[in-house]
């Protein structure tokens, strides 16, 4: 599993309140990615990292944000969760360089309830 | 920006059945493929990918892949499945621009009877 591990796995929260979603990986590599998953839209990229400090939106990146002050940990921070936030968040780390080829490995899930 | 399509939404067939599920993308530059499985309940796993070279590639649990450049497609096929091949399929492309984002087809969902 590439040492990806998601914390909480299955969480609760209430419309308006903040959530963070962590990310901790074991083998320094540099890109990081968040997904969402949801039934007909397949994965979508929320936020990506390609090192500390470096992170860039993806293409549902309204209602979220990103941080990433140490290579291992990728945190997802949704400020005033709403019900639409309710899905399957997937952390991902991609094994590359730029230049090289290789493919993501998946972490676990948090399963989000906005209720 | 790219897109990828998986247009077989789902797919139910009986055990010893061939398949085949079909995914096309649009980008015109160099891509890498991937085809990901994700078994009920649990996170994605790679099946297959396809960097450069033999155009056909097998993956694992007996699945290949056939990329055909002049249909921009990368098509996942295996021989006869079996009742643990439920799961659902998705496609994935990334190009080769450097920056290391996948985009990801809206999956298959594959039901096997015994």
């Known amino acids: 599993d590439a040492g990806i591990t998601q914390s909480p796995r299955h969480k609760v929260t209430e419309t308006g309140t903040p959530v963070t979603l962590r990310c901790h990986q074991t083998?320094?590599?540099?890109?990081m990615y968040w997904y969402r998953q949801d039934p007909g839209h397949g994965l979508r990229l929320i936020h990506y990292?390609?090192?500390?400090?470096?992170?860039d939106k993806g293409e549902v990146s309204d209602g979220y944000s990103v941080s990433r002050s140490k290579t291992e940990d990728f945190l997802l921070t949704l400020e005033s969760a709403t019900s639409s936030q309710t899905s399957v968040y997937f952390c991902?780390?991609?094994?590359?360089?730029?230049?090289?080829?290789?493919?993501?490995?998946f972490g676990q899930g948090t399963r989000l309830t906005v209720v | 920006a790219q897109s990828v399509s998986q247009h077989n939404h789902h797919v139910i067939l009986s055990e010893a059945a061939s398949l085949e599920l079909g995914c096309n993308y649009s980008?015109?530059?160099?891509?890498?493929l991937f085809w990901y499985v994700q078994y009920p309940g649990q996170h994605l796993q790679l099946l297959l990918k396809y960097f450069s070279g033999d155009p056909l590639v097998k993956g694992i649990k007996g699945f290949e892949a056939e990329f055909i450049k002049s249909k921009f497609s990368f098509n996942l096929r295996k021989p006869s499945v079996q009742w643990s091949d439920t799961a659902e399929y998705f496609c994935?492309?990334?190009?080769?621009?450097?920056?290391?984002?996948?985009?990801f087809g809206t999956g298959t969902r594959l039901l096997v009877s015994p």
């Open positions: 980008y015109g530059g160099t891509v890498n």
């Open positions: 994935a492309v990334r190009t080769g621009t450097g920056f290391q984002k996948l985009v």
């Open positions: 991902a780390i991609s094994v590359s360089e730029e230049g090289t080829n290789t493919e993501a490995f």
């Open positions: 990292s390609y090192g500390v400090k470096d992170t």
């Open positions: 083998e320094n590599h540099r890109y």
